[in-house]
């Protein structure tokens, strides 16, 4: 090719760039007031210019301003020793949580039985999801039970300050002592820039070796501190090396969670049959397992878009829809494949025992 070709032909692409950024700029924009929180992948998420002018910390300061709003819709979901326990903390811990009758029915459920499984290897760690459509839970009436249980629902709903169906899973987590390669789940962080809940019931007891699920108390809320932290990783986020950090998943070291006026992490290691609901706003961690195993529970997982100011009017809720969002998700990840050409992190592995080994 010609020098002259050369430059023409870079001339048509930057033109072409800029072209399709114009044509894009609305989807990002609607993408960011719908609580999308990747630095990388949305260019006025990440812009700079408009971070050094504090609009990141404006969408942070109105999604919790719009949280409190939305909790204030569903005072009624939970007893208030627990709401005040909840709004100190940013978690909600119950022990023996189901009857005697209901958690020995699903052991004995999930001991014989495989189901469709699908897996997500981090590092050493292997997450394995079952989901729980209807079609699923008719002929497991503990895990029915369970999933449908009223407090479960009702705080999964208040944490994450929507009055919507959650998505919900048979969950194991499943982790190789020999693989180097390290779990990035295992450092502290937050998951997204505002409110949202997750939650597990843990059908088998947690040993501080296996892991545990680790929490800072408090961290939900903002410090000073932690306000002037969150502006400077808004400046660079997006050239990140971490690309979890970088995707607006704020990755901090111990130290740094100190520095932001919090105390140390809890770690949740319980008995069988505790449950554990926390606003994933706040700063949490996979603790690091010392001896092969595996963790058994019921997983829920609630996130919407941060700026709405009404608590229900989910779509996910309609009927047709609601309980089924783990077989929608799961078939989304599917098509999204097959149009990409890449395989998805969540990957269908057929039928398994929830603790059988990973396929992955």
Do not use: C
């Amino acid at each position: 090719m010609s020098v002259t070709a050369q430059v023409l032909a870079d001339f048509a692409r930057r033109v072409g760039a800029g072209v399709l950024r114009i044509l894009k700029s609305p989807i990002w924009a609607l993408d960011a007031l719908m609580g999308q929180k990747s630095f990388k992948k949305n260019p006025i998420i990440g812009n700079r210019w408009l971070n050094e002018r504090g609009f990141y910390l404006k969408r942070v300061a109105w999604a919790e301003k719009m949280a409190d709003l939305r909790r204030r819709q569903m005072v009624h979901f939970l007893p208030d020793e627990d709401k005040a326990f909840f709004h100190r903390n940013g978690y909600v811990v119950k022990e023996n949580f189901l009857s005697n009758d209901v958690f020995a029915q699903i052991q004995d459920e999930i001991a014989t039985k495989s189901f469709a499984a699908s897996e997500m290897r981090q590092g050493k760690t292997v997450t394995r999801f079952i989901g729980l459509p209807p079609s699923v839970l008719k002929d497991l009436p503990g895990l029915s039970r369970a999933v449908h249980d009223p407090f479960l629902q009702n705080a999964m709903r208040y944490v994450g300050s929507y009055n919507a169906d959650p998505i919900m899973f048979l969950h194991a987590v499943l982790w190789d002592l020999d693989k180097k390669k390290k779990d990035p789940q295992t450092d502290f962080h937050i998951d997204t820039f505002h409110a949202t809940s997750k939650a597990w019931l843990f059908l088998r007891d947690v040993d501080v070796a296996d892991g545990p699920f680790h929490y800072v108390p408090g961290s939900h809320r903002y410090t000073p501190e932690r306000t002037a932290w969150e502006f400077e990783q808004s400046l660079n986020a997006v050239q990140h090396p971490d690309g979890m950090h970088a995707a607006g998943s704020f990755r901090a070291s111990e130290y740094d969670i100190l520095k932001l006026g919090y105390g140390e992490s809890i770690s949740f290691d319980v008995p069988a049959n505790s449950l554990v609901i926390a606003d994933t706003h706040g700063f949490h961690r996979r603790g690091i397992a010392t001896r092969p195993g595996v963790r058994i529970g019921l997983f829920a997982d609630l996130r919407r878009s941060p700026y709405f100011p009404w608590s229900g009017l989910d779509l996910r809720s309609l009927p047709g829809v609601k309980g089924r969002q783990s077989e929608i998700y799961t078939g989304y990840l599917n098509f999204r494949s097959k149009l990409t050409g890449k395989p998805s992190h969540h990957r269908e592995v057929g039928r398994v025992k929830v603790d059988a080994p990973p396929v992955l």
